[in-house]
């Protein structure tokens, strides 16, 4: 049975910062959680040292980021890279050292500078797959990135442009958060092992798995977390899981998943912040498996996401 640790955290990443909002709960001295209603990222300068603050002496902190921890398999390999935390220590240095830097032509991609493009405009996919040398854009996927049955495949790592930036977002927290890296789940061990130990616990999220986890609504085609009303529908399923789960909700998470997170453009990143910790806390309370990888290219180099079961999606 994993350690719970003292703090959970979910933050919703982007790259504007003042759409970045994170939700968290607290470890109660009967047992079990009490969470949040959740509050903007603020300063990465001292964000990670305010949760170690919070756990207080010798306590620890499950942290989660819905941006990817890890790197396609098929691009480590041409890379020369077999383990991703100790790539990240490079990224961003010596012969790495515009690695962080958007290709603004297609010419200037390459392997130390993958991320593409610097601007919308007259750019594809087919750019950046082909300069790296490979013949489709799913070999700048991992395998936890590709279609389930519960949702579609995830943007491609080193694209930058779309909804979700995925490219960008990587830029952001791996070389504003997380660089020098802290213990990152799975490419540290396991997650009961990195949970019995003080400090903080890095893991990726992805909301939108969470969504069939919790069996909400939002997730349907019909639905969208962009939208209040359906937001507001997924309210007493959320409640209820807390229940069950014995998941104390403070007074103004209640009023604010009652009320659909409001009708603001920061809703649905609220909305993604609070579903993203309810599924670490399923993991954190023992009702749902961490979804430990076993293979060793997905615990050294692609990495996983949390709550996620690994063998599917088939390679």
Known sequence: MMRPPEIV?????????????????????????????????????????????????????LAGFDFPLGLPRAYAQAAKIDNFTAAL???????WRDFYTPAERA?????????????????????????????????????????????????PLFWTLGGQQVGKAAISGWRDLLAPALSLWPFDGGLADLLDRPGIVVAETYPGEVYSHLRLRVGAANKSKRRQADRRDDGDTLLDWAAAARVQIAA????????????????????DATVGLFGML???????????????????????????????PAD
């Open 9 to 61: 955290v979910h933050a919703d990443w982007s790259i504007d910062p003042a759409k970045r909002w994170c939700a968290r709960a607290v470890r109660l001295a009967a047992g079990g959680y009490a969470a949040l209603a959740p509050q903007p990222v603020g300063s990465l300068d001292d964000f990670m040292a305010s949760m170690v603050a919070a756990a207080g002496p010798g306590g620890t902190v």
């Open 89 to 95: 220590a490079d990224f961003g240095r010596g012969r």
């Open 107 to 155: 010419d200037e991609i390459d392997l130390r500078r993958p991320f593409y493009p610097a601007r919308p405009g007259g750019t594809r996919h087919r750019d950046l797959y082909q300069a790296l040398g490979f013949s489709s854009i799913n070999a700048l996927r991992r395998r936890c990135d590709l279609a389930t049955a519960t949702r579609f495949a995830a943007s």
């Open 252 to 271: 103004a998470l209640t009023a604010d998943i009652r009320d659909g997170f409001g009708d603001t453009t920061t809703g649905e990143d609220r909305f």
């Open 282 to 312: 399923n993991v954190a309370l023992d009702l749902r498996p961490p979804g430990d990888p076993t293979e060793r290219v997905l615990r050294q180099v692609e990495g996983w996401i949390l709550g996620q079961q690994p063998g599917a």
